[in-house]
């Protein structure tokens, strides 16, 4: 099989899946839980240019869009619920360290070993001229099934998230037919708990 | 350098990935890292499928299909992992793994 990728473009896909690594592991080294949020988008940008490398140019401005969001809501949650946001001092959260870490190597070494002992098949076809109309035709054409799902699947995420996220209701407190005449609070006194 | 090895050499980044993430989500104590680490695991999944989709089967556009999915799961995770760490938070005034035992056996 010969070499569809230039060169240049071969190391380019290896430089930034070594730095998409590094920037991994310095979420779990670093002492601020902000810093651990952007060292997790730097590694979501590694790999949104892995994509652009690989002719994904639509899935490329997605991933880094959408991960760049994602963390900028992450970092709100983590000053609100963690300790130590600035790094001002060691941070070190963890259990059973030694053998989590044993896990994740053996996970890492049982992919690797069968990703060098898999004998891959050559490579069918050509990548489209547009890798953006063969993904925007599939979905809206052979798989848009899985279009569907993902459409149901995220509608019911944003229901169960935001009833699981608010405060009780006043259907918690009258019931659901807001006909109560007191509300069924765990402590009394009126305000809306 | 042939096609395979860098298929073979970006696969083994997106295992380093997963085995970070898997590090990650069965070793922190707070919630919110244990979602990162689950994070770094799709973003393997994510390298995984795209170099697939260009090294193997380019013409066919499940693996553009599955790099969607995989993004799609990465946003649902992130959503109800925070809104379960609010409802925990506020019901419990727990926000690290050890301190939620409540369905210990």
């Known amino acids: 099989m010969g070499l569809v990728l230039t060169d240049g473009a071969v190391v380019a896909v290896v430089v930034l899946g070594v730095v998409a690594v590094i920037a991994g592991i310095a979420v779990f080294v670093v002492d601020s839980m902000a810093r651990a949020t952007f060292a997790l988008l730097a590694s979501f940008l590694a790999v949104a240019g892995v994509f652009l490398v690989l002719d994904l140019t639509y899935l490329a401005v997605v991933t880094a869009l959408m991960m760049t969001i994602e963390m900028a809501i992450m970092v709100v949650f983590m000053i609100m619920f963690m300790m130590n946001p600035a790094g001002l001092m060691p941070m070190t959260m963890v259990h059973n360290a030694r053998g989590s870490a044993a896990v994740g190597a053996a996970v890492f070494a049982v992919i690797t070993v069968a990703v060098w002992t898999v004998d891959w098949p050559p490579r069918a076809g050509t990548p489209p001229e547009d890798s953006t109309r063969q993904l925007g035709e599939a979905i809206m054409g052979s798989d848009m099934l899985v279009m569907i799902v993902i459409g149901v699947g995220l509608f019911a995420t944003m229901v169960a998230g935001t009833v699981l996220a608010t405060h009780r209701g006043r259907y918690d407190r009258f019931g659901a037919d807001l006909d109560a005449s007191r509300p069924d609070d765990p402590v009394r006194g009126g305000m809306p708990r | ?105």
């Not at chain 2, 090895?5 to 990650?24: D, K, R, Y």
Request: aromatic letters at 6%; hydrophobic letters at 65%; charged letters at 10%.
């Open chain 2, 1 to 105: 350098m042939t096609d395979t090895v860098v298929l073979q050499l970006l696969l083994t980044v997106a295992a380093a990935l997963i085995g970070v993430g898997v590090f990650g989500a069965l070793s922190q104590q707070s919630i919110v890292m244990v979602m990162m680490g689950i994070e770094l695991i799709v973003n393997g999944v994510l390298v995984a499928a795209a170099s697939a989709w260009f090294f193997l089967a380019p013409e066919r556009p499940d693996g553009q299909v599955l790099v969607v999915v995989a993004l799609v799961v990465m946003a649902v995770e992130m959503v109800m992992g925070f809104a379960a760490t609010i409802a925990i938070y506020r019901a419990r005034k727990v926000d690290m793994v050890d301190m939620a035992t409540e369905l210990r056996g």
